[in-house]
Each structure stands twice: as structure tokens, then as C-alpha cells.
């Protein structure tokens, strides 16, 4: 085959990753918006664990797009 | 032809080369960037509490807030044993703030988006935790890797891997910061060029829709530059927690 056309390939199987990034994002803002739905006041407390889950979380996406990006250009 | 690759911005160029007996130690647009944001620090630090005033005029009242963020922050993860580290969290915090936002501006550079560059500073802040941790406990420090309550027979295989992970929080430190750097401007040059590349061609009306996307990346990136440096510097503390006051 083809070098770069299995580099993109490649770089398109290293996004497989998005999947259970996608679903962790969701159960966290799902929580998030359940515990402020179920206790107002505490929205000061929690938003600030729920940024840190976030980008904790957005982190692994980023990983596979840094995966990404050292098959296909290097 | 326009440069159009999405990985060549982060190219770090001499801008004054110096070369100290083979070392090639010269002035890059990085480093003009990380002088740029620590004279920016100091510069809008100073002429907002220059007046001192009791009740604080705007800028002051701004700057203060982000002092009391992070004293806030220092005081409720670390407790009142961490208050003397409040210094070093505050100018880790505002040095990754101030970078990232200088680098959103057109043609500036993210000096952020090398890894060597976030790897020194979570190399200094695993090295900092480390010292602290030993100067206030001794060679108890290595109770850290013990978590209460575990049965005595896991040992041989927990204490090894909690060492793993206590070295590998540099790695995740230097990855996340870097990764969300990257990846930011990367996209951000990915959609801009197919602004360029639609408009040169007969499809130009549909231009316009790549353009609302970057219009939206670019806010979405302001708001991924200001959590990073926030998660930074919470990890600094939550790691810094782990030191002082064992588990």
C-alpha cells in the first residue's frame, strides 16, 4: 500500500478514541446538571470540579489528535 | 502561494542568533513571547495598585480579584500550611494565562504548544512538590505511597505502581497543557485554510460556513486557554496537598 495513503489511514483509525471521550464528557455534564438541578445553591461548589472533569476528560481526546498528528505529518 | 500546512506556525525561529562556544543560545520568537508576558504580568500588576487606594478603582479592583482567586484556591485545597506557597502558584498561574492569551492574538506565538516548554515547568513543579515534601516530612514522605487500610500483601504490587503514577503526573501535566495547545491552533489554521481554499475557487459563496466555524473555534479556544491554565494550577495544588498534609 500506498505511504500515505496508509498514513491517513491511520490517522483516521487513531480518532476511534473520540468514542468514550464523547461518552465520559456526556456523563459528566449529565451529572453536573443533575446534582445543580437537584440543589441550586451548591452550583458555586460543584462547577468548578465539573471544569476540572472536563478538561481532565478533554485531554485523552487530545492525546489521540496528538496520535493523529505524528502519523500523518511526521 | 499561501503557507497553508497546519503544523509550520509552531516553528521556533531565531530572531538574534547567539552562539556561546557551540551552544546555540539565541533570542527566539519564543522566548520573545515568555518576555513579553512576564513584562506584561509585572507591567499591568504595578500600574493597577499603583494608588493603593482603600476602596479600589476598576483595574485594581480586577487584579485583586485575581489574587484573591488564587489565595482562595491555595486556601482550600492546601489548608493554612500552604499559604507561604501562594507566590509560586500565583506566578505559575498567571505566566500560563497570560502565554496562552498572547498566543490567540494574529501571528503571535503560543509558546504553550511546545512540549519542552510545558515538560519544564511540571518537571519544576514535580521537583518543587517533591523537595517540599521531604523538607516537612522526612523520609516519612514515602508514607505517601502507602494508602492507609491496604492489606499488607498488596504491597509489593500497590507500591510500585502508585510511585508509577506519582512520576507519570509530569507527563499528564506536560501532555495536557501542550496536546490542548496544539490541537487548538491546528484547527484553527485547518479551518481558516479552507476559508482561503473555498474562496479561490467557483464554491466562494460557501466560504462563509467554514468562517462561522472559526469565529466559533476562536471563542472556544479563549475558553480552552483560560481552563488550562486554571487545571494547572489546581493539579499544582491538589499535588502540593498530597505533599504537605500526607493523604
Given at each position: 500500500?500506498?505511504?500515505?495513503?496508509?498514513?491517513?489511514?491511520?490517522?483516521?483509525?487513531?480518532m476511534f478514541?473520540?468514542?468514550?471521550?464523547?461518552?465520559?464528557?456526556?456523563?459528566?455534564?449529565?451529572?453536573?446538571?443533575?446534582?445543580?438541578?437537584?440543589?441550586?445553591?451548591?452550583?458555586?461548589?460543584?462547577?468548578?470540579i465539573?471544569?476540572?472533569?472536563?478538561?481532565l476528560?478533554?485531554?485523552?481526546?487530545?492525546?489521540?489528535?496528538v496520535?493523529a498528528?505524528?502519523?500523518?505529518?511526521? | 502561494?499561501?503557507?497553508?500546512?497546519?503544523?509550520?506556525?509552531?516553528?521556533?525561529?531565531?530572531?538574534?542568533?547567539?552562539?556561546?562556544?557551540?551552544?546555540?543560545?539565541?533570542?527566539?520568537?519564543s522566548?520573545?513571547?515568555?518576555?513579553l508576558?512576564?513584562?506584561l504580568?509585572?507591567?499591568?500588576?504595578?500600574?493597577?495598585?499603583?494608588?493603593?487606594a482603600?476602596?479600589?478603582?476598576?483595574?485594581?479592583?480586577?487584579?485583586?480579584?485575581?489574587?484573591?482567586?488564587?489565595?482562595?484556591m491555595v486556601?482550600?485545597?492546601?489548608?493554612?500550611?500552604?499559604?507561604?506557597?501562594?507566590?509560586y502558584i500565583?506566578?505559575?498561574?498567571?505566566?500560563?494565562?497570560?502565554?496562552?492569551?498572547?498566543?490567540?492574538?494574529?501571528?503571535?506565538f503560543?509558546?504553550?504548544?511546545?512540549?519542552?516548554?510545558?515538560?519544564?515547568?511540571?518537571g519544576?513543579?514535580?521537583?518543587?512538590?517533591t523537595?517540599?515534601?521531604?523538607?516537612?516530612?522526612?523520609?516519612?514522605?514515602?508514607?505517601?505511597?502507602?494508602?492507609?487500610?491496604?492489606?499488607?500483601?498488596?504491597?509489593?504490587?500497590l507500591?510500585?505502581?502508585?510511585?508509577?503514577?506519582y512520576?507519570?503526573?509530569?507527563?499528564?501535566?506536560?501532555?495536557?497543557?501542550f496536546?490542548?495547545?496544539?490541537?487548538?491552533?491546528?484547527?484553527?489554521k485547518?479551518?481558516?485554510?479552507?476559508?482561503?481554499?473555498?474562496?479561490?475557487?467557483?464554491?466562494?459563496?460557501?466560504?462563509?460556513?467554514?468562517f462561522?466555524?472559526s469565529?466559533?473555534?476562536?471563542?472556544?479556544?479563549?475558553?480552552?486557554?483560560?481552563?488550562?491554565?486554571?487545571?494547572?494550577t489546581?493539579?499544582?495544588?491538589i499535588?502540593?496537598?498530597?505533599?504537605?498534609?500526607?493523604?
Open positions: 500500500m500506498d505511504m500515505a495513503a496508509a498514513k491517513m489511514i491511520g490517522a483516521g483509525l487513531a478514541a473520540l468514542l468514550g471521550v464523547g461518552i465520559g464528557l456526556g456523563n459528566i455534564f449529565s451529572s453536573l446538571i443533575s446534582s445543580i438541578a437537584r440543589n441550586p445553591s451548591a452550583k458555586n461548589d460543584i462547577f468548578p465539573g471544569m476540572i472533569g472536563f478538561a476528560t478533554e485531554s485523552i481526546a487530545l492525546l489521540a489528535f496520535v498528528m505524528i502519523i500523518l505529518f511526521k | 502561494m499561501i503557507e497553508l500546512h497546519p503544523l509550520h506556525q509552531f516553528t521556533v525561529r531565531p530572531l538574534i542568533p547567539i552562539t556561546v562556544g557551540g551552544w546555540d543560545i539565541s533570542f527566539t520568537n522566548a520573545l513571547f515568555m518576555v508576558t512576564t513584562l504580568i509585572i507591567v499591568v500588576g504595578l500600574v493597577s495598585v499603583r494608588s493603593r482603600l476602596v479600589p478603582t476598576r483595574l485594581q479592583a480586577a487584579t485583586e480579584l485575581l489574587y484573591e482567586f488564587i489565595a482562595d486556601k482550600t485545597n492546601i489548608g493554612n500550611k500552604g499559604r507561604e506557597y501562594t507566590p500565583f506566578s505559575l498561574f498567571l505566566f500560563i494565562l497570560f502565554g496562552n492569551c498572547l498566543g490567540m492574538i494574529p501571528y503571535g503560543t509558546f504553550t504548544s511546545h512540549l519542552i516548554v510545558t515538560f519544564a515547568l511540571a519544576i513543579v514535580l521537583t518543587v512538590v523537595i517540599i515534601g521531604f523538607k516537612r516530612h522526612g523520609l516519612h514522605f514515602f508514607r505517601l505511597f502507602y494508602p492507609k487500610g491496604a492489606p499488607i500483601y498488596i504491597t509489593p504490587l507500591i510500585p505502581v502508585e510511585i508509577l503514577s512520576l507519570s503526573r509530569v507527563v499528564s501535566l506536560s501532555v495536557r497543557l496536546a490542548n495547545m496544539t490541537a487548538g491552533h491546528a484547527m484553527l485547518i479551518f481558516s485554510s479552507f476559508v482561503v481554499i473555498l474562496a479561490g475557487s467557483f464554491l466562494l459563496p460557501l466560504a462563509i460556513l467554514p462561522f466555524i469565529v466559533a473555534v476562536t471563542g472556544f479556544e479563549f475558553l480552552v486557554a483560560l481552563l488550562q491554565a486554571y487545571v494547572f489546581i493539579l499544582t495544588c499535588y502540593l496537598n498530597d505533599a504537605i498534609n500526607l493523604h
